[in-house]
């Protein structure tokens, strides 16, 4: 019973570390390292800072929550996903990222910078989150 249980709570601590993939938007194997320090990185030197990058299906934003901890983002729209829309962009007041790239066609979902989540809008899945290491001065960001 005993390793039963934790077998299960292994599981699912794994299970809660992969990135969840909304139906629509494409799996891309991501593995990406970069030096913050890099002069192409200097907004995510601050708190606060962010930088938009490729990879993924649509390219990925890195938004420096901590001193410590980083989150990279698909930029992907989990609910807008067919043909050349359905990619968020970053707000000017910086907090938030929406569809809206395709007039006309934008689902207008709107998600949080610090989690990823629905804000408002029709998207039923947050962003795709990938997961990322800090050591200090390198920045791995991977699925």
Do not use: W
């Amino acid at each position: 019973m005993k390793k039963t249980l934790i077998s299960l709570v292994l599981f699912l601590g794994l299970q809660a570390c992969t990135p969840i993939y909304p139906p629509g938007v494409p799996r891309v194997p991501v593995d990406i390292s970069l030096y913050v320090f890099d002069p192409d990185f200097v907004d995510l030197q601050a708190v606060g800072g962010y930088a938009l990058i490729p990879g993924g299906s649509r390219g990925i934003l890195i938004y420096r929550v901590s001193i410590d901890q980083f989150n990279a983002y698909e930029l992907h729209c989990p609910s807008n996903h067919t043909g050349d829309c359905g990619r968020v962009s970053l707000e000017s007041n910086g907090f938030y990222l929406t569809d809206i790239d395709c007039p006309g066609n934008a689902c207008g979902s709107r998600f949080n910078i610090i989690t990823g989540g629905v804000e408002s809008g029709p998207s039923q899945y947050p962003l795709v989150r990938y997961k990322t290491t800090f050591d200090g001065s390198l920045l791995r960001i991977f699925d």
